[in-house]
């Protein structure tokens, strides 16, 4: 008998932290080239393959359960229910490491996206959670925030996001302060009410001054 090319779907068995789940790889193989290339390899015909049996399960060791369960869900609920995904944001983080982790582009992205309203007003969340997921768009949105904000830069500031930091966001408030010294008189100042730098020149300054991408 002859199986189809599309619907005759092959599973694979993982082990996470001692348990056993079992999905199609057809989603493993469309969002990650590492999963993709893994099931591509070779294998040999007098042995199980790893991940074909309960006995010989593909093992990751260094993944959470929860945070293996969270990114499942998002790779299959989303395949087959119409409805809108209610995660977490812990939740969503655990998809976000994860699809970082095995170059899952597309499920990263909508992590992101997912992410960014539970701390879009929270400068110091998005700076601390830009580093730690090298999220170069948390990054710029925090320090513009910081450098935006009414109320001087203190020891707090330089206590979670770091004294070097701290002192470059510094250095661009006093930007943004000469610059509205310097056009104070102008045309654009009177005409328009604008009393700060147009916004990308701030965002380039703090993409210069932080080694940070132009997400354009």
Known sequence: MERDADFYLQNAIFLVEGVLFKVPIVNFTLESEVFRTMFELPQSPNCATDGSVDA???RLDDV?????KQLLRVMYFRSFVSDELRLSESEWTSVLVLAARWEMSRLRTLAIDKLTPY???????LIVMGRRHGIDSWLTSG??????RKLPMDEDDANIIGSSAS???SALREWTLQWKIAHRDSTEWILNRRDMPPVRD???RIRDAFGLLDPE
């Open 167 to 169: 002192l470059r966001v």
């Open 64 to 68: 959470r359960r929860e945070d293996f």
């Open 202 to 204: 701030t965002l380039g």
């Open 143 to 148: 320090i513009h925030l910081l450098v935006l």
């Open 56 to 58: 010989h399960p593909i």
């Open 119 to 125: 701390f879009a007003t929270d400068p110091h969340k």
